[in-house]
C-alpha cells in the first residue's frame, strides 16, 4: 500500500468517527430533550386473542404509556416477541418514549450509543494521519 492511501484511509478513518460520535451524541441530546419514561400497557381486546395463538409476530395493538405526568395513549403500536407475551400476561413493561412520536420506544434495558468511543476513533485517527502525512512529504522532500 502507498503511503498516500494509508494517510486517505486514516482521514476517511477519521471523519467516520466523527460522523458516528456527532450522530451518537445527537440521540444522546435528543433522549434529554424529548424523551419520557414510563411504563406500556395494553387493554386492546386483541390480546385475548393473542394468549390463544401464542404468537411471536409483530401485533398492531393499542398502548398506554403510564407516566408520572399523565397517560399516552397510541394507537396502532407494533408490539412483538417477549413485550407481547408481557403485555398478555397483564404486566408492564418499562420504557422510555419520544413524546413527538411515541411509536419510537426504548425498551428497559436498551442503551444509547456511545459518542466517546468514537470520538476516540475520530481524533486518534486524525491525529496518526496527520503525522503520517508529514513523514509522507518529509521523504518526498528528502528525495528531490
Known amino acids: 500500500m502507498s503511503g498516500l492511501k494509508f494517510v486517505v484511509m486514516l482521514f476517511a478513518g477519521a471523519l467516520c468517527g466523527f460522523l458516528l460520535a456527532g450522530i451518537a451524541l445527537i440521540d444522546h441530546v435528543d433522549s434529554w430533550l424529548y424523551w419520557q419514561s414510563g411504563t406500556m400497557v395494553s387493554h386492546d381486546p386483541v390480546l ?7 404468537s411471536f409476530d409483530p401485533i398492531q395493538i393499542e398502548v398506554t404509556y ?11 403500536k407494533a408490539v412483538q416477541g417477549d413485550v ?31 459518542p466517546w468511543g468514537w470520538l476516540l476513533v475520530g481524533v486518534s485517527c486524525f491525529l496518526v494521519g ?15
Open 84 to 114: 407481547l407475551q408481557r403485555l398478555v400476561k397483564g404486566e408492564g413493561v418499562p420504557v422510555s418514549f419520544d413524546t413527538k412520536d411515541p411509536h419510537r420506544v426504548r425498551y428497559d434495558g436498551d442503551t444509547l450509543p456511545n
Open 48 to 54: 385475548a386473542r393473542i394468549a390463544k395463538i401464542n
Open 130 to 144: 496527520r503525522y503520517a502525512k508529514r513523514l509522507m512529504l518529509r521523504e518526498a522532500s528528502q528525495r528531490a
Open 66 to 76: 403510564q407516566t408520572g405526568k399523565g397517560a399516552v395513549v397510541v394507537p396502532d
